[in-house]
């Protein structure tokens, strides 16, 4: 058996002590200043973000349009088209489309998603014609679910 010596306690202290000190001096502080919530700076909210499915529709369909006119940069058009894209699987989950038809968008956006990629400058008129089909799913499923909406409400 381990007998304990004077020191003993001391070293248990001073190790308490130094672990104090470090937490305190190299602790949870931030330099940021003081937020009224905690999520404030997790993210910023790109301008392009759509609102709604709708909101989906009408901006993938200007951001054609841009690319058409070559109104403005190309690339940022296609940039923002593809931010669009890549974010409607999640716009349309907060919609209140059933599973079945958030599937069918969800899977027509990722596949038009991963044709489009990161590498592509121009839009080619298959690319084109993609996002135009999206569109018209998705106002086709808005329809479609209006009308839902209706007969439910007058049953």
């Known amino acids: 058996m381990r007998q304990r010596t004077f020191l003993e306690p001391i070293r248990f202290a001073r190790t ?26 997790d993210h910023v909210v790109a301008a392009h973000w759509p609102d709604d499915l709708d909101d989906v529709v009408a901006k993938l369909r200007a951001e054609i349009a841009t690319i058409d006119d070559q109104r403005d940069d190309q690339e940022k058009s296609i940039g923002r088209l593809r931010d669009i894209i890549n974010w409607t699987p999640e716009i349309a989950a907060d919609s209140e489309l059933s599973e079945q038809q958030w599937i ?19 839009l080619s008129n298959q690319r084109r014609n993609d996002v135009l089909h999206l569109c018209d799913l998705i106002e086709k499923t808005n329809a479609k679910r209006s009308k839902e909406s209706q007969l439910a409400e007058t049953n």
């Open 16 to 41: 308490i002590i130094a672990s104090l000190i470090i937490c305190y001096l190299g602790g949870c502080r931030s330099k940021e200043p003081n937020h009224d919530s905690h999520f404030d700076h």
């Open 104 to 122: 069918s968008i969800a899977n027509t956006s990722d596949g038009i998603s991963r044709q489009l990629g990161d590498d592509e400058h121009q």
